[in-house]
């Protein structure tokens, strides 16, 4: 576990960014000229809260995390080289913006619906990528 995660590059580059901490993930988010509200992820083509067409919105950057949903433990590679079993889990990132996220690991019982959750970045086998995954907030620094 001595990769270093800043030689490695998202692998989705329009969704998130690695914090300065060099472990934990900032999202990145549009935010809507009309309403101030943010939009996920930053290059839809309008606003989900307003429709505004998000002309010259601003890109932000936030601390990646929000609150569990709910979450299932999948069994069976829904895709091939998916690794099983893992944790996927809806996870509300910010006020009325829900997206879909992987837990780390893939043990439930440190789970409870309505725990704070914070992303991190974790290496991808091949070692050139980095990809988004959940863990619980209580406890972590902030
Ligand atoms: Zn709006």
Same mark, same amino acid.
């Given at each position: 576990?001595?990769? %270093?995660?800043? =030689?490695?590059? /998202? ?9 300065? $901490? ?10 809507? /000229?009309?309403?101030?509200?943010? +939009?996920?992820?930053?290059? +839809? ?6 429709? %505004? ?7 932000? *950057? ?21 690794? +099983? /079993?893992?944790? *996927?889990? $809806?996870?509300?990132?910010? $006020? =009325?913006?829900?997206?879909?996220? +992987?837990?780390?690991?893939? %043990? ?12 991190? *970045?974790?290496?991808?086998?091949? =070692? ?15």
């Amino acid at each position: 576990m001595t990769t %270093d995660l800043r =030689g490695l590059q /998202p692998q989705h580059p329009t969704l998130y960014q690695l914090a300065p $901490d060099g472990e934990s993930l900032e999202f990145l988010y549009a935010q809507c /000229p009309a309403c101030r509200k943010l +939009v996920f992820p930053a290059n +839809v083509p309008g606003c989900s809260h307003c429709g %505004d067409p998000l002309q010259g919105a601003e890109k932000v *950057a936030r601390p990646g995390g929000g609150k569990l949903l709910e979450y299932v433990t999948l069994h069976v590679p829904l895709l091939p080289g998916m690794e +099983v /079993p893992r944790i *996927a889990a $809806d996870i509300l990132i910010e $006020d =009325g913006l829900v997206e879909e996220g +992987v837990i780390a690991g893939s %043990d439930e019982s440190a789970l409870h619906v309505g725990m704070a959750l914070r992303a991190v *970045a974790v290496a991808q086998p091949g =070692g050139e990528t980095f990809a988004c995954r959940f863990v619980p907030a209580e406890g972590a620094a902030r």
